[in-house]
């Protein structure tokens, strides 16, 4: 079933943030009323011009302008322009898969996040990064995924944009993403403590 991934990764979110984080925490309402509007929101859509979007979709990218009103302009407008870069490569392998399927040689979830995630790292390398590179993606994959409803509706062809196949998607890449950056954190720390070690010896060796 399209949108399960998604479903329960909400309501794994609302759980965390209700019953797991401090009451003293800023994002402990946040992230349990976010997460219950999006759960609410899954079933519904909107007519756009056009075509029809996803009102959880919708939900999302307005989130995530909310997250990065406080950014600098310059902030802002890098963060812009790698959305449309993130979001160009999805809509291109999106069009790609389906005019050439013959591409497709591993399941198309895992080939449009390894895809993302390696443009995302290219983009936002630093691990300090890491809220501006998964906003990146968040914002991208909507507009990726909006451009390419907006081919689609100029050849004439169904299709609706941010449905719950693209949730799951959005799902797998958000995850993926937070994982890679925790194993980035870890090789970091090791890193470090190996350099930290090496000067200890480099100490008592002299």
């Excluded at 998604?6 to 309501?11: D, N, S, T, Y």
């Excluded at 870890?186 to 002299?206: D, H, M, P, R």
């Amino acid at each position: 079933m399209n949108g399960l991934i998604f479903l329960w990764l909400m309501w794994a979110g609302w759980i965390v943030s209700t019953f797991l984080l401090s009451k003293k925490n800023s994002w402990r309402f946040r992230g349990s009323a976010a997460s219950l509007i999006l759960i609410i929101s899954f079933p519904y859509g909107i007519g756009l011009p056009g075509q029809h979007a996803g009102l959880t979709v919708v939900l999302i990218f307005l989130f995530s302008m909310l997250m990065i009103r406080n950014y600098s302009l310059t902030e802002k407008l890098f963060l812009f322009i790698s959305s449309f870069i993130i979001g160009l490569s999805y809509s291109s392998f999106k069009l790609l898969s389906f005019y050439d399927p013959i591409i497709m040689i591993f399941d198309e979830k895992v080939m449009v996040t390894a895809i993302l995630l390696v443009i995302s790292y290219l983009l936002y390398s630093d691990a300090e990064q890491v809220k501006k590179r998964l906003l990146a993606l968040v914002i991208g994959l909507i507009i990726g995924e909006f451009l390419t409803g907006v081919v689609f509706l100029q050849h004439k062809l169904p299709y609706a944009a941010g449905g719950h196949f693209f949730l799951d998607l959005f799902s797998i890449i958000a995850v993926s993403g937070a994982v890679v950056h925790l194993l980035q954190l870890l090789t970091n720390t090791q890193s470090s403590f190996i350099k930290t070690a090496l000067k200890k010896g480099e100490v008592k060796n002299l």
